[in-house]
């Protein structure tokens, strides 16, 4: 791991929402003005869609250059274009629709009745090329070194769709796989693997409510990433914990700094 992960606590969800899109605003504007543009990796959930939603409702959001940003997702569940359940469907809703995109920057993961039909691992397999033909020398791999990359902690400690025993948290070469049998609806699933959640720069990962405590505290406990894949998400440079007070609840005070008055 790169470094002790960073632990920061908000009041409640809606605050760390609000906060989290601030963060996520600077640093969009930090890598475009040093490299003329951004990438950034989305994640879905009622906090990563409550990020978005924050962040459209902000006015620092017209900071941002949204035709010079790159935006890919962490993992989407594998149903048909528009499905309400897909996480492009939802951030589009949330965002993505408000913002002036470049089209050919949104780097969604195909639907079950795209281009590979229901051919889960073709379609793993197309996501995992996309992103090796946006990788730079300098990135040194398969992936492009993301800016950011958002990840929602799920309460079995799931990231993305990397569940806790499952091959998918094991697979250790490729840099996207498609996910049999995931112990949450639908079954079936496309994600990255931990490799190339590691390639990012900075890594942040959310988590909000009583039921998410648990698993907070067991990933930062030091637990191994096959029981706890939270635990194996971290960045090349820095790992932030974004969380409120109820799901950092059983966490060590010693962990985190002193809310502000």
Do not use: C
């Amino acid at each position: 791991m790169t470094g002790t992960p960073q632990v920061s606590v908000h009041h409640d969800k809606d605050e760390m929402a609000r906060a989290t899109a601030g963060r996520l605003t600077a640093r969009i504007v930090d890598a475009q003005t040093a490299r003329g543009t951004a990438s950034v990796v989305l994640t879905g959930g009622r906090n990563g869609n409550g990020l978005l939603a924050a962040l459209a409702s902000s006015a620092a959001r017209d900071s941002i250059d949204w035709s010079r940003i790159d935006l890919w997702w962490g993992d989407e569940r594998f149903l048909p274009e528009g499905d309400p359940e897909r996480n492009v469907t939802q951030a589009r809703e949330a965002l993505l629709d408000a913002v002036p995109l470049d089209p050919a920057r949104v780097h969604a993961m195909a639907a079950s009745d795209g281009p590979f039909g229901n051919d889960v691992e073709a379609a793993a397999d197309a996501y995992a090329a996309e992103l090796a033909a946006a990788s730079r020398p300098e990135d040194h791999g398969s992936v492009p070194a993301f800016d950011v990359l958002l990840l929602g902690v799920g309460p079995d400690t799931h990231v993305a769709s990397l569940f806790p025993e499952h091959p998918g948290v094991r697979e250790t070469e490729r840099a996207v796989v498609g996910v049999h049998g995931a112990p949450k609806p639908p079954p079936v699933r496309i994600s990255l693997t931990l490799p190339a959640i590691r390639a990012a720069r900075e890594v942040w990962l959310l988590a909000a409510g009583e039921d998410k405590a648990d698993a907070v505290a067991l990933a930062l406990s030091g637990a191994g990433e096959v029981q706890a894949p939270a635990a194996g998400a971290y960045g090349r440079s820095r790992t932030l914990w974004l969380l409120d007070e109820a799901a950092a609840a059983r966490l060590p005070r010693d962990m985190y700094p002193p809310a502000l008055s």
